[in-house]
């Protein structure tokens, strides 16, 4: 798991401000404030209706000003007057976001919440959402598909040992969330070659504990149906799928605040580094 701590922006608070989770989608985002079970979520878009922009594609952050926009807009329905000044946020991110990837993403959101933001790793937070057990060192299988990419992670003892990703987007964001059938191939191709990498001593106990899908493709009978009959591995769409990144996110505040083993950081020097 790699998280991007140390990071406060020009009105950065400490103590007792608000803690927010924030996962930022291609199609939609959702918001979840710690302590609280109220999902707030919007569309991934920022502009007039007849002129429309998706700042977000393929996971990541391609219009910096444009999801700055978007993440101020929606600040504003999740963080009202009666709550505390928003102190940190949590923000979830693909495992193939580049390091310039996750620049950006840092950048658009500490300019519109104003205060320290923190990245985690979407699939390890979807698992988390969905209660497994990451400290687990047996390895554990999961897919996070989502409207833009779909990644097959490997977790085991509080990280994510090896990943797979594929875009899985055709034409815009707001044709909807999931899997379209035409990526269906490519994403079990993806998945089997994760588990063939497995190492072998721990493969089979990796097949025996299943795949869990998150995400909007979690809801796609036919993308689990192949996964399941190609790979003959048994297949688990999570309860409530396409929120299970935020309310990972949301639990994971206390511990990335805490810095419990398994989470590693990059410093300021690291963040400074890359743009010398």
């Known amino acids: ?5 140390g990071m406060t922006g020009v009105n950065g608070r400490r103590g007792g401000g608000a803690a927010l989770a924030i996962d930022l989608g291609t199609a939609r985002t959702r918001l979840l404030l710690s302590g609280s079970t109220a ?15 998706w700042p977000v594609r393929h996971g990541m952050v391609a219009d910096m000003p444009g999801c700055a926009r978007l993440v101020r807009t929606a600040l504003r329905d999740a963080v009202t ?14 495992v193939a ?19 320290r933001v923190t990245i985690v790793e979407e699939p390890l937070a979807a698992a988390v959402g969905c209660g497994v057990d990451i400290a ?4 554990r299988l999961l897919l996070d598909a989502g409207a833009g990419i779909a990644e097959a992670v490997v977790i085991r003892a509080g990280e994510i040992a090896d990943a797979g990703a594929v875009q899985v987007a055709v034409g815009g964001p707001a044709e909807g969330a999931g899997c379209p059938p035409f990526a269906r191939e490519r994403v079990v191709a ?21 795949l869990l899908i998150t995400g909007g493709g979690a809801l796609d009978p036919e993308l689990a149906r192949k996964l399941c009959a190609e790979l003959r591995i048994t297949v688990s769409p999570a309860a409530d799928p396409a929120n299970a990144t935020v309310r990972g996110l949301a639990f ?4 990335v605040e805490h810095r419990t083993p398994g989470i590693s950081a990059i410093g300021r020097e690291d963040v400074d580094d890359d743009h010398q």
């Open 97 to 115: 976001a580049s390091r310039l990837d996750r620049r950006a993403a840092y950048a658009a959101v500490s300019s519109a919440a104003g205060c």
């Open 252 to 255: 994971l505040l206390a511990t």
């Open 39 to 53: 999902i707030k979520e919007r569309p991934s878009a920022c502009g007039d209706p007849g002129a429309r922009r």
């Open 190 to 210: 993806m998945v089997a070659d994760l588990i063939a990498r497995v190492p072998a001593a721990l493969r089979a106990i990796a097949r025996q504990q299943g």
């Open 81 to 94: 007057e009666r709550h505390p000044p928003l102190e940190r946020v949590l923000l979830g991110v693909p």
């Open 136 to 139: 687990d060192p047996r390895p």
């Open 1 to 5: 798991m790699t998280v991007m701590t």
